[in-house]
C-alpha cells in the first residue's frame, strides 16, 4: 500500500471516530433534554392522591383541601413523589410509614382494622338471621281456637285458675244462668 | 263445628352455642371501644411519672435509644418546619445544647413531627442545629408524650421521670434553669 493511501486511510479513520462521538454527544444530550422536559404532575394528579388521605396535624380534613402550610408541604412532596415515577401505593405506603395510618381515608386492611370491614356486614347479616327467624315463629304460632266442649287441656291457660274461673263464667252467662 | 288445635308456643330458641358467640363477640367489641376510649382520653404524661423508653431515627439515619441513657438527663423537643414558634426558641435549643454537650450528662432530641423531610433538614440547617434530630416516624413518639401541638420540650429526669413540660416555645434560660437543677440531683 502507498503512503497516500495510509494517509487517507488514517484520515478516514479520525473522521469516524470523531464522527461516533459526535452521534454519542448529540444523542445523550437528547436523552437529558427529554428527561428535562419531563412534566410535573398537574394538581389534578396530586389531588387525585391527595383527596384519599387526611392531614395528620388538622382532623378530618382531606389533604386536598387543606389550606395550612404543612398540607401545602405534603402535597408538594406527593407531586414530588409522582415526578419521580412513584405509585400511587408506594406514595401512600410512604405517608403511612412517616405519619401512621392516621393519614389514610380507608382505614387498611389489616390487623384490627379488619374489624371495620367486618364488623358491619356480620352485624347485618346477624340482623336478617333474627329477623327472618322472628317472621318465621310468627308464622308458625297458630291461632288457638277454643271451644267450650273441647278437650284442650294443653294450654297454659288451663293452668291458670282465674283463667278457668273466666272461662267458667262465660260458658255459665252463655247458658243463660 | 269446633276446631280443635294443639297450641303451638312457636319459640324455636336460637341454639345456647350462637347466644355464647354473640356474647363473646359482643364483649370483644365493647373491650376494643373501651380500650380505644381509654387511650383517646388518657391524658398526656404527667410530672414525675416514668416516661416509657422510646427510639429516635435521626435525619443520618443512627438510632437513638432512650433505654442506653439512663441515668442521665434527657431534653426532647418536638418542632415541625412549618411551625411559626419553633423558629423563635431553635436558636436557644442549640445554644442550651452547645452548653452541655460536652459533659455528656445530658441528651437533646429533636423530634420533629408530621413534617416533610426536605423542609424539616433546611430548617436543622437553617438553625444549625448539631443535636440529634429525627422524625416521628408513624408519630409514635407524640403519641406517646400525647403532645397537643408544637413546639412542645418535656425534660426527663435520672431516674427516667418527667420533670418539666413546656408547650409552646422555650427559652435557654427555662431549659438551663431545670436542667442544672436535674444535674444537681443524684442518680
Not at chain 1, 444530550?29 to 395528620?56: F, G, H, L
Not at chain 2, 433538614?121 to 416516624?137: E, H, I, S, W
Request: aromatic letters at 10%.
Amino acid at each position: 500500500m502507498s503512503g497516500i493511501g495510509l494517509r487517507k486511510l488514517r484520515f478516514s479513520w479520525q473522521y469516524l471516530v470523531w464522527g461516533v462521538l459526535l452521534v454519542l454527544m448529540v444523542g445523550g444530550a437528547m436523552v437529558q433534554s427529554v428527561r428535562a422536559q419531563q412534566p410535573t404532575p398537574s394538581d389534578d394528579e396530586v389531588n387525585a392522591i391527595a383527596k384519599t388521605m387526611y392531614c395528620p396535624v388538622c382532623e378530618n380534613v382531606p389533604l386536598d383541601v387543606c389550606p395550612t402550610q404543612a398540607c401545602a408541604q405534603w402535597r408538594e412532596l406527593i407531586r414530588q413523589k409522582l415526578a419521580e415515577g412513584w405509585t400511587e401505593q408506594q406514595i401512600k405506603d410512604y405517608f403511612v410509614a412517616q405519619y401512621g395510618d392516621r393519614v389514610l381515608g380507608e382505614p387498611p386492611r389489616r390487623g384490627l382494622h379488619w374489624l371495620v370491614y367486618v364488623l358491619p356486614p356480620l352485624s347485618f347479616l346477624a340482623g336478617v338471621l333474627i329477623l327472618v327467624n322472628v317472621f318465621r315463629n310468627m308464622r308458625r304460632a297458630k291461632p288457638v281456637i277454643a271451644s267450650p266442649d273441647s278437650k284442650v287441656k294443653a294450654s297454659s291457660s288451663w293452668d291458670d285458675p282465674y283463667a278457668q274461673q273466666l272461662e267458667e263464667e262465660l260458658r255459665r252467662r252463655e247458658r243463660g244462668e | 263445628m269446633s276446631t280443635d288445635s294443639q297450641p303451638n308456643t312457636g319459640s324455636r330458641s336460637l341454639s345456647p352455642v350462637i347466644i355464647a358467640i354473640s356474647f363473646v363477640v359482643l364483649i370483644g367489641f365493647l373491650y376494643l371501644i373501651g380500650q380505644g376510649l381509654r387511650r383517646a382520653y388518657a391524658g398526656p404524661i404527667t410530672i414525675g411519672q416514668k416516661v416509657p423508653a422510646f427510639e429516635l431515627t435521626t435525619f443520618e439515619g443512627e438510632v437513638i435509644h432512650t433505654a442506653d441513657w439512663q441515668g442521665k438527663v434527657i431534653v426532647v423537643n418536638f418542632w415541625a418546619s412549618w411551625c411559626k414558634p419553633c423558629e423563635q426558641e431553635a436558636v436557644d435549643l442549640e445554644r442550651a445544647w452547645q452548653r452541655y454537650h460536652l459533659g455528656g450528662e445530658v441528651l437533646f432530641l429533636g423530634v420533629n413531627y408530621v413534617d416533610t423531610e426536605p423542609e424539616a433538614r433546611a430548617f436543622v440547617a437553617k438553625f444549625g442545629l448539631t443535636y440529634p434530630n429525627g422524625p416521628d416516624l408513624r408519630t409514635k413518639i407524640s403519641q406517646m408524650f400525647r403532645i397537643q401541638g408544637v413546639p412542645e420540650t418535656y425534660i426527663i429526669d435520672r431516674s427516667g421521670r418527667l420533670a418539666f413540660v413546656k408547650k409552646g416555645p422555650t427559652t435557654l434560660n427555662e431549659i438551663s434553669g431545670v436542667v442544672d437543677r436535674l444535674l444537681a440531683q443524684t442518680p
